[in-house]
């Protein structure tokens, strides 16, 4: 269902209302913070489609990956989740975790020793941790 945001030009508050597409053009938005009727829409979000050629580029790119330590699990669990946004597909429950660990600051041996299975999936899976 569509998302449509809204100001109250009485309150001042933003509001977020879902109507159908049938529904917009009939519809009276109400403020639902202070009840009044006299709103202003605003302009949402967008999203630009790209390429996933165009994505990983971008990310390639990204000056984050200049400043990456390969010694700070941290920044390599931030840098793989961006990734993971980016890639837009799901990499499974396995990698999430993965990720979370190296969030929390564990380092890639920790998170092997403790997560065995990984180095044993091989191409379909992690490969191992020395891969990052």
Do not use: N, W
Not at 60 to 80: C, K, N, T
Not at 102 to 131: C, H, N, R, V
């Amino acid at each position: 269902m569509p998302t449509y945001e809204f100001r109250c030009e009485t309150c001042g508050r933003a509001s977020r209302l879902f109507f159908t597409y049938a529904e917009y053009d009939d519809a009276t938005p109400q403020c639902a913070h202070c009840g009044s009727m006299q709103l202003r829409r605003r302009i949402g979000r967008i999203t630009i489609a790209k390429s996933e050629d165009a994505r990983m580029d971008a990310l390639l790119d990204d000056p984050m990956l200049d400043s990456i330590d390969e010694d700070d699990p941290r920044a390599l669990g931030r840098f793989m989740r961006k990734m993971s946004a980016e890639t837009g597909e799901d990499l499974g429950e396995e990698f999430g975790e993965v990720v979370d660990r190296l969030e929390k600051g564990q380092s890639p041996e920790e998170i092997e020793k403790a997560m065995p299975d990984l180095a044993d999936e091989g191409a379909g899976g992690f490969g191992g941790m020395d891969d990052f």
